[in-house]
């Protein structure tokens, strides 16, 4: 499986923009780019996906570098609530793709 | 639409006994799979089924063994338990081979071995 890094923690403030970003270097060109947040108690939650174009849905927004070699997940207004970690992980169309290879993630701190 | 559940919550296990673990799809899903996350850690993949065979693995010993039911509920069976297989034991369920799709996690069972 293709290897993503994340940054181990990133903090921001309640209703400011957070920018998590992902490099993803050794990318494919079939795999997708998917996001997973870990709330604390929880089972992951899908938050977004994409291949090649930006990606909007009501969670958050992916955007997606034009070499595919990194992206962002953009939390436009984050709230005490988007505290959790957050998994970039990459999806491929081989046998591998049945599975979710999570890595370490990164531990979003929100402040009020 | 209903969720992944699992059940129970939290079990506590002595060394060397069986455990069984269940879970049950998101409607409409007919794809499950397994996931151990130690504490502190990323889940790590266990193994995936699909109309009720297995179609994936992760590196696990074959005393983690599944089923699947034909109502597409699951249940994770650990033989002979180590005081490592100490884990949240997480659920998914999602459409099959979807790597368009996301999957849907339960909140898990928190297994104890003492």
């Known amino acids: 499986d293709a290897k993503t890094t994340q940054p181990n923690s990133m903090e921001s403030n309640e209703e400011e923009p957070v920018h998590l970003p992902c490099n993803h270097s050794t990318i494919s060109g079939t795999d997708y780019i998917h996001w997973y947040r870990q709330l604390p108690s929880q089972g992951p939650e899908y938050v977004i996906h994409?291949?090649?174009s930006n990606v909007n849905n009501r969670m958050a927004s992916l955007a997606i570098a034009e070499d595919r070699k990194s992206s962002t997940l953009i939390l436009h207004r984050a709230t005490l609530r988007d505290a959790a970690v957050y998994y970039c992980i990459l999806r491929g169309r081989e046998t591998s793709g049945s599975r979710l290879t999570f890595g370490e993630g990164t531990q979003l701190t929100v402040n009020p | 639409e209903t969720g992944v559940t699992q059940s129970p919550t939290h079990l506590i296990k002595t060394r060397g006994q069986q455990v069984t673990l269940r879970c049950s799809s998101q409607?409409?899903?007919?794809?499950v799979s397994w996931y151990q996350q130690a504490l502190g850690q990323g889940p790590q993949f266990i193994f995936q089924?699909?109309?009720?065979?297995?179609?994936g693995r992760g590196n696990f010993p074959p005393r983690f063994s599944g089923l699947q039911f034909p109502n597409y509920s699951s249940e994770l069976n650990v033989n002979a338990l180590e005081l490592d297989d100490s884990a949240l034991y997480l659920c998914a369920s999602s459409f099959p081979g979807g790597v368009g799709y996301g999957y849907t996690f339960g909140s898990g069972t928190r297994l104890t071995v003492v």
């Open positions: 089924y699909y109309r009720e065979e297995e179609n």
């Open positions: 409607s409409g899903h007919n794809t």
């Open positions: 994409g291949l090649t």
